[in-house]
């Protein structure tokens, strides 16, 4: 089993940025492709980023792209999301999620293991 631990959330004016840290507890990491979803009051649960299990193969949704970057450390167990030049449209919860395969995917019902998730808010 998988736990997911997101940390790095909190509140930054737009142009700034912030960094997001999720700490996978488990074996079989470096075999789990990763992603970052997002949800903002009253929408639905949205794709942001996705690595594969080796961090050699990226995909993010169009909002995000150019201004995100999603990486690894499979040697600790961690994947991050750097934001910058962040926008008030990007304030909402963003989720950690693992996949029990080794490639990237962009829909949430292809992540079995979901952190609690980190609250990132911008101001304008």
């Known amino acids: 089993q998988v736990q997911l631990v997101e940390s790095g959330g909190g509140l930054v004016q737009a142009g700034g940025s912030l960094r997001l840290s999720c700490a996978a507890s488990g074996r079989t990491f470096s075999t789990n492709a990763m992603g970052w979803f997002r949800q903002a009051p009253g929408k639905e649960r949205e794709f942001v980023a996705t690595i594969n299990s080796s961090g050699g193969s990226t995909s993010y949704t169009t909002s995000v792209r150019g201004r995100f970057a999603i990486s690894r450390d499979n040697a600790r167990n961690t994947v991050s999301l750097q934001m910058n030049s962040l926008k008030p449209e990007d304030t909402a919860v963003y989720y950690c999620?693992?996949?029990?395969?080794?490639?990237?995917?962009?829909?949430?019902?292809?992540?079995?293991?979901w952190g609690q998730g980190t609250q990132v808010t911008v101001s304008s």
């Open positions: 999620a693992a996949r029990s395969f080794g490639s990237w995917a962009t829909t949430a019902r292809q992540y079995d293991y």
